[in-house]
């Protein structure tokens, strides 16, 4: 069977739903699915350009776009969130997407 704390995945859902909407581009498309070996894969989508630096500086501590009133702390807290659940974060471009 599959566990994981609801409440962190859904801060890590969430916030990765936010940034999409705030710096992707429409439409937002999020999908899940369980695997046959019970896991769980969330991927976020959007049809913006992608991340304006290669990922590994995006989700550092503190990065954030110029203009973004953001801190740059959310996908380095999504990372170390999933970390404890068990679980990573990568990143695709065309179309954008996270995925769990």
């Given at each position: 069977s599959f566990m994981t704390d609801p409440y962190w995945l859904g801060v890590v859902v969430e916030n990765i739903?936010?940034?999409a909407v705030r710096h992707g581009k429409s439409p937002v498309v999020i999908r899940w699915t369980f695997t046959a070996s019970?896991?769980?894969t969330i991927a976020v989508s959007d049809a913006g350009?992608?991340?304006?630096v290669d990922y590994k500086k995006a989700r550092q501590f503190g990065y954030k776009k110029s203009a973004s009133p953001c801190l740059g702390l959310g996908l380095?807290?999504?990372e170390a969130v999933l970390q404890k659940?068990?679980?990573t974060l990568a990143y695709s471009a065309r179309p954008t997407t996270f995925t769990i």
């Amino acid at each position: 069977s599959f566990m994981t704390d609801p409440y962190w995945l859904g801060v890590v859902v969430e916030n990765i739903l936010k940034n999409a909407v705030r710096h992707g581009k429409s439409p937002v498309v999020i999908r899940w699915t369980f695997t046959a070996s019970q896991s769980l894969t969330i991927a976020v989508s959007d049809a913006g350009p992608g991340l304006e630096v290669d990922y590994k500086k995006a989700r550092q501590f503190g990065y954030k776009k110029s203009a973004s009133p953001c801190l740059g702390l959310g996908l380095d807290i999504c990372e170390a969130v999933l970390q404890k659940l068990g679980g990573t974060l990568a990143y695709s471009a065309r179309p954008t997407t996270f995925t769990i």
